[in-house]
T-cell receptor, first 110, second 114 residues
């Protein structure tokens, strides 16, 4: 069964610091998604990674995908309070059964 | 361009009742997926519809059923509600089954079963 594991599950950061969230998955997939969710809100798409070695950046967030290691990372650079949210990774190898990780709850403190 | 919409926003039901949740896809999208998100957890895939046919199903019992209409709007029906069905129900639409595979999520329906 496809499993998606994120770590850490909880992350408290100081503003200005850097950190990386990891997403491991258990089966072959050349497609990985990152989403952001604010409390009580829906999911906002951050990145869609479609191939091995894919790297995408938006503002202070950068995501990468290593399909051979079955690993994706979401790197946060110089964190700011507005980045506080829950971040989910997800894989959908067959395009009809998207599996999400448990989420990383990020808190950025002044 | 209108985004994905869901109705109702909130709903309270009693155990054993039935509920219907609705989703309007983003314009031009023919694929819709439904997810259940319990408090503090990641979304769980329920099923996907592509051009009015079920195209995939997660590990949910048959009392969870769905429909997709010719205009690609969709319904999620849940019979014999249980307390554990309390969750945020999300639908997501996409323009098809080909790349870039991106899904656009609606605001969700918060279901409480008492």
């Amino acid at each position: 069964e496809l499993k998606v594991e994120q770590n850490p599950l909880f992350l408290s950061m100081q503003e200005g610091k850097n950190y990386t969230i990891y997403c491991n998955y258990s089966t072959t997939s050349d497609r990985l998604y990152w989403y952001r969710q604010d409390p009580g809100k829906s999911l906002e798409s951050l990145f869609v990674l479609l191939s091995n070695g894919a790297v995408k950046q938006e503002g202070r967030l950068m995501a990468s995908l290593d399909t051979k290691a079955r690993l994706s990372t979401l790197h946060i650079t110089a964190a700011v309070h507005d980045l506080s949210a829950t971040y989910f990774c997800a894989v959908d190898p067959d395009n009809n059964d998207m599996r999400f990780g448990a989420g990383t709850r990020l808190t950025v403190k002044p | 361009e209108t985004g994905v919409t869901q109705s109702p926003t909130h709903l309270i039901k009693t155990r054993g009742q039935q509920v219907t949740l609705r989703c309007s896809s983003q314009s031009g999208h023919n694929t819709v997926s439904w997810y259940q998100q319990a408090l503090g957890q990641g979304p769980q895939f329920i099923f996907q519809y592509y051009r009015e046919e079920e195209n995939g199903r997660g590990n949910f019992p048959p009392r969870f059923s769905g429909l997709q209409f010719p205009n690609y709007s969709s319904e999620l029906n849940v019979n014999a509600l249980e307390l554990d069905d309390s969750a945020l129900y999300l639908c997501a639409s996409s323009p098809g089954l080909a790349a870039p595979y991106e899904q656009y999520f609606g605001p969700g329906t918060r279901l409480t079963v008492t």
